[in-house]
């Protein structure tokens, strides 16, 4: 399974940006979806997850509020939509199938299968 994450740009802060990320090939073998993102010089850190059973959702306190992970039927893409950006948002958005406990769905060594990345830049 691969996951290719799209949907980044450069927009002004306020602005929204909806992230988009799609598998190819095979079938999700894993608990769900999630989003993480790293900026220049930081560590990659969590921001939205989804379970596929429940659809139950969980955000980073830093984009609560402001981020929304979703769904489509086929469970074939997840979206994040992004609102009200904020410069600090600026980072490399990556998405990556789950395979861990609930407990790890904040864990980045609980997800496989990570896409290439979309630049989100908001300017000031």
């Known amino acids: 399974v691969q996951l290719q994450a799209s949907g980044g740009g450069l927009v002004q802060a306020g602005d929204s940006l909806r992230l988009s990320c799609a598998r190819s090939?095979?079938?999700?073998?894993?608990?769900?979806i999630g989003w993480f993102r790293q900026a220049p010089g930081k560590e990659r850190e969590f921001v939205a997850a989804?379970?596929?059973?429940?659809?139950?959702?969980y955000y980073a306190d830093s984009v609560k509020g402001r981020f929304t992970i979703s769904r489509n039927s086929a469970k074939n893409t997840v979206f994040l939509q992004m609102n009200n950006l904020k410069p600090e948002d600026t980072a490399v958005y990556y998405c990556?199938?789950?395979?861990?406990?609930?407990?790890?769905?904040?864990?980045?060594?609980?997800?496989?299968?990570w896409g290439q990345g979309t630049q989100v830049t908001v300017s000031s």
């Open positions: 989804i379970r596929w059973s429940g659809g139950y959702t």
């Open positions: 990556a199938s789950h395979r861990g406990i609930l407990s790890t769905v904040r864990i980045d060594t609980s997800y496989v299968s």
């Open positions: 090939g095979g079938t999700f073998s894993n608990n769900g």
